[in-house]
C-alpha cells in the first residue's frame, strides 16, 4: 500500500541517518605550525608566588610546539603569607603548595568539527606526542549551567615508555631529561572525571563532549590531591613534551556496534519488506475471492 511505502521510506531514512559513520578522526588542535600554537596560553604558580617556570613555542626545526621549563615546590622568599594570591574568587585564601605549569586553549572546541557528526560520536581524544618520563594531566573545561573556573574535568597521560628497550632485559625508565618516543595517547572521554581545584569530587557529572569549552595540559608536584587519580608523586626539575595533534577518536568497537545496528536496519527492512508483500498477497487474495464480491 502507496501509506505503507511512505512509512517505510521515513523509517530507512531515518535508519540511515543513525548509522551513517562519522570518520575515524577528527582534528581538534594542530600544532604543527606558528599560529596554531599560539592560541594556546601558558600558566604557571609564578603568578601566584611560586618559582615554577614554562615555555611554549613553535619550533622550526622540528616542526611541532613544545612545552618546557622547571617546576619548583618553593616559594618567592621575596614574598609573604598573606601575598600569595589565589583567584579573588576565594576571597582569604593562600597558596600552600607550590609546583604547576600548564598551556590551555584560547579557543573553544567546535562541537560540530566533525561536519554532521557530534563530539559524542567519538569515543575519546587522541593525543600525539613526545615527552619526559613524567606524568602529565588533560584537562578539559566544560559549559555547565553552574560555572566555576576552578571546576575542571582531568584525565591522566601515562609516562613515556623509553625510546629502545634491550630484547629479552627488563625495560629501563627514562632518564632524566631523556625524551621517549613519538606516540599516540588515546584517552576515552569516560576516564575524565570532575575536580575542584585538583580534588576529586565525589558526586561527579560525566563530561559532555558537546560542551567543551577548552583543552589543556598541566604538569603538577607532589599533591595529595591528585591522589585519586593515580597520580604519581612528581618531583621538581626540569620537563619537557613536544605536541603534533590533538583529535577526536573512534575506536573499533564502536565500529563493531554500529556495523550490528546497520545489520539490525538490514533485518527490519526485510521483515517490513516481506510484511508489505503478505499483506499484498491478501488484499489481492479478497479481491479475487467469490464470497468477498457484492452480491447482485
Not at 163 to 177: D, Q, T, W, Y
Not at 222 to 236: C, E, L, Q, R
Amino acid at each position: 500500500l502507496p501509506w505503507m511505502q511512505r512509512v517505510g521510506a521515513a523509517i530507512a531514512r531515518f535508519l540511515d541517518a543513525q548509522v551513517s559513520r562519522p570518520p575515524p578522526r577528527c582534528q581538534l588542535y594542530s600544532f604543527r605550525t606558528r599560529a596554531s600554537a599560539s592560541r594556546w596560553v601558558v600558566y604557571t604558580d609564578l603568578q601566584d608566588g611560586g618559582l615554577s617556570t614554562a615555555d611554549w613555542r613553535y619550533d622550526d626545526a622540528s616542526r611541532v610546539t613544545v612545552l618546557k621549563g622547571s617546576l619548583e615546590t618553593d616559594f618567592d622568599g621575596s614574598l609573604g603569607e598573606e601575598e600569595r594570591a589565589t583567584p579573588p574568587t576565594y576571597d582569604g585564601a593562600r597558596m600552600v603548595r607550590s609546583g604547576y605549569c600548564s598551556v590551555r586553549s584560547v579557543d573553544a572546541v567546535n562541537p560540530r568539527a566533525a561536519g554532521d557528526f557530534f563530539l559524542d560520536d567519538f569515543d575519546g581524544v587522541a593525543l600525539t606526542m613526545r615527552s619526559d618520563s613524567r606524568p602529565y594531566i588533560v584537562n578539559i573545561k566544560s559549559e555547565r549551567l553552574v560555572q566555576d573556573t576552578q571546576e575542571v574535568y582531568q584525565a591522566l597521560v601515562p609516562p613515556s615508555p623509553p625510546s629502545h628497550a634491550a630484547p629479552g632485559l627488563p625495560v629501563a625508565p627514562l632518564k632524566a631529561g631523556e625524551l621517549g618516543p613519538w606516540r599516540e595517547v588515546r584517552i576515552p572521554w569516560d576516564s575524565f572525571v570532575l575536580t575542584w581545584r585538583g580534588f576529586v569530587q565525589s558526586r561527579s557529572f560525566k563530561l559532555n563532549p558537546r560542551r567543551i569549552d577548552s583543552v589543556g595540559l598541566a604538569l603538577y608536584a607532589a599533591d595529595p590531591s591528585h591522589a585519586d587519580m593515580g597520580y604519581s608523586t612528581v618531583h621538581g626539575g626540569g620537563f619537557h613534551l613536544e605536541l603534533v595533534s590533538i583529535d577526536a577518536y573512534r575506536s573499533e568497537g564502536r565500529e563493531r556496534a554500529r556495523r550490528d545496528v546497520q545489520s539490525t536496519h538490514q533485518i527490519m527492512l526485510t521483515e517490513a519488506e516481506a510484511l508489505r508483500t503478505k499483506q499484498d498477497s491478501e488484499t489481492h487474495n479478497g479481491d479475487s475471492d467469490p464470497a468477498s464480491a457484492p452480491s447482485r
